[in-house]
T-cell receptor, first 115, second 112 residues
Framework: EAQVTQNPRYLITVTGKKLTVTCSQN?????MSWYRQDPGLGLRQIYY???????DKGDVPEGYKVSRKEKRNFPLILESPSPNQTSLYFC??????????????FGDGTRLSIL | GNSVTQMEGPVTLSEEAFLTINCTYT??????LFWYVQYPGEGLQLLLK?????DKGSNKGFEATYRKETTSFHLEKGSVQVSDSAVYFC???????????FGGGTRLMVKP
């Protein structure tokens, strides 16, 4: 079954404690991205990756890092989380970078609470 | 830059009522337009899309027409069901790359 898998689904942690949210896709997609969803703001892109070892900033990259060492994985790293990073996070992937017709496939989301 | 504006929710309807969720956009060139649906506790699922002016996307009784003259992509359904209760996101993707720009989302609540 084609899917995008995020872990964990829920996490409550404290300010400053490094955390990583993993994302894995089994569709051999080149393109992967991370979004955060906040009430009234829709989804805003944090980082994206066009292929292995190629990453770039989205609209709201501050406080986040990513890596793309393998095609299937695209972890999101919060080196020193702060309360304003409390949000619902989604990973997405799609094929054929540069083709605007291809829809993105989303994971089920990770709800982070930073106290 | 690109932007998408949706009507604010929540939208509350009775079962079998007609649904319209407005969406307008600002973009250069000829973007592709999408509607995504998010059911409670789940990620976003593509509902329908349109890739050029006057295209009509349709799925599960929902439809939306790409209107370039009014820069709109309004979502409609003739008769909603309780199971349609969800959050609906309008989105666009420009010609360069895969980046999606989302609207703020509209929560739909359908009562029996």
């Amino acid at each position: 079954e084609a899917q995008v898998t995020q872990n964990p689904r829920y996490l409550i942690t404290v300010t400053g404690k490094k955390l990583t949210v993993t994302c894995s896709q089994n569709m051999n997609h080149e393109y992967m991205s991370w979004y955060r969803q906040d009430p009234g703001l829709g989804l805003r892109q944090i980082y994206y990756s066009m292929n292995v070892e190629v990453t770039d900033k989205g609209d709201v990259p501050e406080g986040y890092k990513v890596s793309r060492k393998e095609k299937r994985n695209f972890p999101l790293i919060l080196e020193s989380p702060s309360p304003n990073q409390t949000s619902l996070y989604f990973c997405a992937s799609s094929s054929r970078t540069g083709n605007s017709n291809q829809p993105q496939h989303f994971g089920d989301g990770t709800r982070l609470s930073i106290l | 830059g690109n932007s998408v504006t949706q009507m604010e929710g929540p939208v509350t309807l009775s079962e079998e009522a007609f649904l319209t969720i407005n969406c307008t956009y600002t973009a250069t060139g000829y973007p592709s337009l999408f509607w995504y649906v998010q059911y409670p506790g789940e990620g976003l699922q593509l509902l329908l899309k349109a890739t050029k002016a006057d295209d009509k996307g349709s799925n599960k009784g929902f439809e939306a027409t790409y209107r370039k003259e009014t820069t709109s992509f309004h979502l409609e359904k003739g008769s909603v069901q309780v199971s349609d209760s969800a959050v609906y996101f309008c989105a666009l993707r420009g010609n360069a790359g895969n980046m999606l720009t989302f609207g703020g989302g509209t929560r739909l609540m359908v009562k029996p």
